[in-house]
């Protein structure tokens, strides 16, 4: 079975400081890893997913993460937080076989301060 | 990009009724379609799978008759909650996987729509 953790279910920064929000997997196949955002009522925006190339993967809006399989870790950083990037984060799992289904994490609420 | 419509974006009925989402896949095909329901400040739990033509593969512990799936097309899945009670209020979002392109099998794009906030009163 294939899940994710993700550590802090707050996280808070100052506006232009460093964004970084924990994921760590586990997977007993290669996994494919995504994070996502989310706005108050609002369906799920893909930021960015690694699907076995780059392990250092660039998304939208200045995210990044880095696939580590040595610390089972799929961390999401941002070097400046924006006021704009208050949401809730969800890093979710996925594989190669069956239904491909995504197992999403607890989520991170990121909040931003002036 | 790929688009995925969900509507109602939200909807109140009284308990005992039935409610229907619609999920429709805009500019691509959707061979399967995920139905997800969130609690508030809570992750996302999967409800059900659905590939076009075929019965829904439902996660353990979600009742199939009362949360009717139908994937009649590769572009449009329901979700029907049926005889409806406050405790199924919540916020309902579906997910469609694009068909792989020729020649390959794997396609790892997933859309997601706007939701469904219901409320049953």
């Known amino acids: 079975a294939q899940s994710v953790t993700q550590l802090g279910s707050h996280v808070s920064v100052s506006e232009g400081a460093l964004v970084l929000l924990r994921c760590n997997y586990s997977s007993s196949v290669p996994p494919y890893l995504f994070w996502y955002v989310q706005y108050p009522n609002q369906g799920l925006q893909l930021l960015l997913k690694?699907?076995?190339?780059?392990?250092l993967v660039k998304g939208i809006n200045g995210f990044e993460a880095e696939f580590k399989k040595s610390e089972t870790s799929f961390h999401l950083t941002k070097p400046s937080a924006h006021m704009s990037d208050a949401a809730e984060y969800f890093c979710?799992?996925?594989?190669?076989?069956?239904?491909?289904?995504?197992?999403f994490g607890t989520g991170t609420r990121l909040l931003v301060s002036p | 990009g790929a688009v995925v419509s969900q509507h109602p974006s939200w909807v109140i009925c009284k308990s005992g009724t039935s409610v229907k989402i619609e999920c429709r896949s805009l500019d691509f095909q959707a061979t399967t379609m995920f139905w997800y329901r969130q609690f508030p400040k809570q992750s996302l739990m999967l409800m059900a799978t659905?590939?076009?033509?075929?019965?829904?593969?439902?996660e353990q512990g979600v009742e199939k008759d009362k949360f009717l799936i139908n994937h009649a097309s590769l572009t449009l899945s329901t979700l029907t909650v049926t005889s409806a009670h406050p405790e199924d209020s919540s916020f309902y979002i579906c997910?469609?996987?694009?068909?792989?392109?020729?020649?390959?099998?794997?396609?790892?794009?997933?859309?997601f729509g706007s939701g469904t906030r219901l409320t049953v009163v």
């Open positions: 659905s590939n076009e033509g075929s019965k829904a593969t439902y």
């Open positions: 979710a799992v996925s594989s190669n076989t069956g239904f491909q289904k995504l197992v």
């Open positions: 690694y699907t076995s190339a780059a392990t």
């Open positions: 997910s469609a996987r694009e068909s792989p392109p020729p020649g390959t099998f794997f396609n790892y794009g997933y859309t």
